[in-house]
């Protein structure tokens, strides 16, 4: 008979660490399983401001953190949708929201009705018919309804959140229930012979630390490597590239959004949270910085970055967990998002001991598959882009997309139609505006749409649009529903 | 580059795949743009025994518009809440496999793992217990569905038992009013355009020439286009899923009619009991490398529930699909795409995937091949999950019952499937399709119905006091049984409805409910 493991060891002093302990703590650690966490002596990188997707929500009900407890903690603001500046030669800004748009009527998907319009000129862009969008464009917010029949109900958000404020209130969250801290440096990993495992974690105070299981969260997969596994470089997909974080001047909480701009030698991640304004400059190694894009900032740290992930984030009693397992450029997940999915995954397999094969198996299948679709949508907003010369963009350009994902967008351009693979993590809505948005506008339209007369379209989309103009023009201002909530 | 759409549509055949195809397109599309034309031969016929079916197909009626009074009325339908197994289980047992969930969860971990933890804790009581729509199936009470989440009525869906004949007729009456042309005849030859190898007419044997843009073959298992004019390859599958031959008879019928399909194991094969109206369908599927014709026969005309109302009927075919459905200007849907054997009710729901998969990807004149790949890929997909989950209920046969139950309960089997069944055996852990038409509650009715336990359960669930748990799971008995009492029988619900006094909610496709 399998049992649960008698305890736990989740390595690092990333933010993915202390997702992983508060989870653990919260889910396994209430049936009794003993969980601690080692911080090592690894610095604790300066993280700046990050983007967190809707998906975390569940979190904090697992750990049972209310929401403004969160925000304070985090010294978040709400995000609705994501702001492309210059992102390609058609579209010079884009509000990608995380929520519904438009609405369908019978037999005519709302994309093919915008299509038509689109192609007689008649139709806005689609971020028109988005509330999230229209509510992050003029810095609105409120919570979203669960009536259907409002308006509000299209709505979903996620979060801007301050990931240095964040590591430390969970690091205090966790230790306040009862989580096991050891703070110390790593001597040596001292492995099975038998099969490749951690036998125990031999620590500079002469520590031993032995567990049923580790959670490798350091920043470079430590435990990983020992136990000689490379992460699979997706250098062809994604080129390496330097990433310059920098804090620019505060000018208060503005819009519920982060905003994303193409740049002459690459792009920028503007994030900004409820005290700090932070960037991230993405560029080539061998290019200068443009001082514009420095202009004010102060803090400037540059890292070169590769992106891929580990081909099997879960090996014998060692799982990866965050950066450790998987690294991509920040358009759609954040590490908090990809340490959320991996350690979610875990505990609802429930790790057990002996170790069960199968559903390690599992796991690494499951996962492994979620990250190509997280790959496959973050270079679809690469590949969307154009106009730029910089060699940045010239290394994007001749980068190879996955069979999957050519698939996808020759669908996308030919029908308007969305493919959809198994184990997809970025929602229907979100792909489909991502290409409503940024990309042509279809080639053929569906013969539903065609027989429609013109005008009863174009009526639907001005009621949608007065619908949603009207909704966020009335919402809140972003600012003043954060100091309220937060304050509850 | 300027679209131009296609102008005429030719469906091949006019058995349950013909007519639903024509009546959905006819549905959405308008006879000005497009002509649709059905052609059928009253000489070859139709297979017209598909009988049981999945829930997905109210979403289809809903689509059409179709009243549910109407259509019961004319196709003399009966309710059906799932499959009676019989003699499949754990030493010959019985067991369901419903349209709908077990138990609920608790402290959200799945139901079944704290049943095993009391089972292997001594509680004896059935998975099927904790079932809404089995208890109300063994009970013949029926009522719709709730369309609360919150409503224990919420926790199943239901679907239907139909006369294939009068469904196809009463489809073919929708399909003509609204201008689809039904030509009669039979098709000799296939023109193909010499330089690209498109279908360009079907020629019948009277001469007449039927020409179109798109052909939707629904041929049958003849495969008229896609397979003989377009020579795409079938995938045969018979080694796992070995029956390949059926008698079909229909009965009078005995008593209420039950809410369920009925399957019946024997020696080499499986017999179905398909209660409606006005008859009982019944059919023996054997495989005939075990079983001669003559044998399969008697023991269907030995087992009929009552007098038999007809010449029993011989039908045969090979399990299987082709490697593509959508070759060309050509899309297979129904038999001539691919048969998987009737076990589960499943061919109906496939030929309507494949329709509502054509109304999205309707091509124009260009045929982009994008389009071609997208329902290729989307309907072998659904193919070989459902495969997976029909070879299940043959591999985890008692092997000792005859030569044939050895041989399925020793075939290799698919990797897919030989996975999901290792985890299961390992941890008792179900990992969802994110798309697909089986999902956890039907995987466990097998599993468990077919004596196939996990070893290990989750140990969260093994931490608990198992005097709470039993408590509990008592509890959820009683409600449930209390639940089913309080609603009518399936007759008087099937009487209510035909009188106009009762009336279902919309449907979703989701084959469990939407709890
Ligand atoms: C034993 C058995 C039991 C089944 N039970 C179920 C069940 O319970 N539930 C379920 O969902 N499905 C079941 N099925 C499957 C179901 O019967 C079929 O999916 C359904 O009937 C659709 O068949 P079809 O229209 O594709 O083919 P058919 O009914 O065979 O129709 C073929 C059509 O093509 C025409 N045709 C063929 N050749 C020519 C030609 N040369 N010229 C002109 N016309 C031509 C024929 O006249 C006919 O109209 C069962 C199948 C079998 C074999």
Known sequence: MSHLPNNIVVMGNSISAWISSAALLASVGKYGVKVS?????????????????????????????????????????????????????????????????????????????????????????????????????????????????????????????????YRDSLKHFCISRGLEVIEDALEELELT?????????????????????????????????????????????????????????????????????????????????????????????????????????????IRQQHYGCMLEPWVANCIAIGNAALTLPGFCVSEVDVSWLGIRQLIDQCPRFPLAKQLIREYNRLVQQRYQRLKDVTCLHLHLADGHQGLLWQQVGQSELSADLVHKIKLYQSRGKLALFDEEVISVNEQMSLLMGLAHTPKQLDLMVQQVPIGQLQNIQQKIEQAIQHAAQTAPHHAAYLKAFCSQ | MQQK????????????????????????????????????????????????????????????????????????????LGIKFCGWGDQGQDYFHPFGAH?????????????????????????????????????????????????IYSSFSYAYHLDANLYA????TYSEQRGVKRVTGLIAEVAKNATDGFVTSVILNDGQQIKGDLFIDCSGFRSLLINKALNVSFEDWSHWLPCNSAIAVPCETEGEPLAYTQSIAHDAGWQWQIPLQHRIGNGHVFCSEFMTKEQAQDILLNNLPA?????????????????????????????????????????????????????????????????????????????????????????????????????????????????????????????EYSAGLFLTPSWLSVFIGQGYFPDNIDPRVETLNFDAVSKQLQNMRHYLQQSVDAIPTHKNALNALLKGQAHSHSASLNLYGRR
């Not at chain 2, 199936?137 to 719709?144: E, R, S």
């Not at chain 2, 309507?352 to 290729?376: A, R, T």
Request: overall charge negative.
């Open chain 1, 37 to 165: 966490h080692c911080v090592l002596d690894e610095p604790a990188t300066a993280l700046g401001n990050m983007s967190v997707r809707p998906e975390f929500m569940d979190f904090l009900r697992l750990i049972g953190m209310p929401e403004p407890e969160f925000m304070r903690s985090s010294q978040a603001t709400f995000k609705l949708a994501n702001y492309f500046r210059h992102w390609n030669s058609e579209t010079d800004e884009f509000y990608h929201a995380f929520g519904e748009f438009g609405t369908g009527m019978a037999n005519v998907q709302f994309s093919q009705a915008h299509a038509r319009l689109q192609q007689i000129g008649v139709s806005q862009a689609v971020d028109t018919y988005s509330l999230g969008a229209q509510m992050a464009k003029s810095a609105k917010f409120c919570h979203p309804k669960p009536d259907p029949t409002s308006v509000l109900s299209s709505l979903s958000y996620g979060w801007n959140i301050d990931a240095d404020a």
């Open chain 1, 193 to 301: 012979t038998s099969e490749l495992s951690i036998k125990n974690v031999a620590l500079k105070s002469k520590q031993i630390l032995t567990a049923d299981l580790y959670i490798d969260c350091t920043e470079k997969g430590l435990l990983m490597q020992a136990l000689e596994q490379k992460p699979h470089s997706w250098q062809q997909q994604i080129p390496s590239c330097n990433v310059a974080t920098m804090e620019l001047p505060f000018t208060g909480p503005d819009a519920p959004l982060t905003t994303i701009s193409a740049k002459q030698d690459g792009w920028l991640i503007d994030i900004t949270t409820q005290q700090k304004r932070c960037r991230q400059y993405y560029f080539a190694g061998a290019t200068a910085i443009d001082p514009t894009i420095t202009q004010d900032s102060k803090n400037i740290v």
């Open chain 2, 5 to 80: 759409s296609i102008r005429q549509i030719v469906i091949v055949g006019g058995g349950t795949a013909g007519w639903m195809t024509a009546a959905a397109l006819s549905n959405f599309i308008d006879p000005k743009h497009c002509q649709i034309t059905l052609v059928e031969s009253e000489q070859i016929g139709t297979v017209g025994v598909g009988e049981a079916t999945i829930p997905h197909i109210r979403v289809f009626n809903q689509m059409l518009g179709i009243d549910e009074k109407d259509f019961l009325t004319q196709t003399q339908a009966t309710f059906k």
């Open chain 2, 103 to 151: 138990g609920f969860e608790i402290d959200k971990l799945p139901f079944h793992q704290y049943w095993l933890h009391a089972r292997n804790q001594g509680d004896t009581s059935a998975l099927d217990d904790y079932s809404f729509s089995i208890t109300a199936a063994k009970n013949n009470k029926f009522c719709f569905p709730d369309e609360s989440s919150n409503s």
């Open chain 2, 169 to 172: 007729q009463y489809l073919r």
């Open chain 2, 307 to 431: 007098a038999p109302m007809a010449e029993p009927k011989q039908l045969h075919f090979k399990t299987g699909m082709h490697e593509k459905s959508w070759s060309k200007n050509c899309v297979a849907i129904g038999l001539s795409s691919g048969f998987l054997e009737p076990l589960e009710s499943t061919s109906i729901y496939l030929i309507q995937l494949g329709i509502y998969k054509l109304m999205e990807l309707l091509p124009d004149m260009h045929f982009s091949s994008v389009d071609e790949d997208e329902f290729n890929r989307v309907v072998k997909d659904e193919y070989l999950k459902v495969r997976d989950f029909l070879i299940l209920h043959y591999k985890l046969s008692d092997p000792n019952k005859s030569p044939f139950w050895r041989y399925c309960h020793d075939m290799p089997i698919p990797d897919s499937l030989e996975q999901r069944m290792a985890l299961f055996k390992e941890t008792g852990y179900f990992s």
